[in-house]
């Protein structure tokens, strides 16, 4: 089990940025996938983008073009870069962490104005 710390959410207006944060409490260098989620007040938690311990990415097609999922594992650490940020990306993103477990952050809210 990794714990899972996250930082970067807040308030920005439409076609804004942010910079989402998830620091580890280990290495992440063997951890088979890490990722974000968000969960939008009544809809289930959605896959936003996922990482390999390979490098691989993948993304959601509503962020695709707008949204980078990066590694620092020197820092231990996932960031999600947010551009062209709308509306619809309201939301409480977690980080995840899997490698035979699940490991969760507690969340950090997003507010996109119009």
């Known amino acids: 089990q990794v714990q899972l710390v996250e930082s970067g959410g807040g308030l920005v207006q439409a076609g804004g940025s942010l910079r989402l944060s998830c620091a580890a409490s280990?290495?992440?260098?063997?951890?088979?996938?890490m990722g974000w989620y968000r969960q939008a007040p009544g809809k289930q938690r959605e896959l936003v983008a996922a990482?390999?311990?390979?490098?691989?990415?993948n993304y959601a097609d509503s962020v695709k073009g707008r949204f980078t999922i990066s590694r620092d594992n020197a820092k231990n650490t996932v960031y999600l870069q947010m551009n062209s940020l709308k509306p619809e990306d309201t939301a409480v993103y977690y980080c995840?962490?899997?490698?035979?477990?699940?490991?969760w952050g507690q969340g950090t809210q997003v507010t996109v104005s119009s």
């Open positions: 995840n962490a899997y490698s035979g477990q699940y490991s």
């Open positions: 280990r290495s992440i260098f063997s951890i088979n996938v």
């Open positions: 990482i390999t311990s390979g490098g691989s990415t």
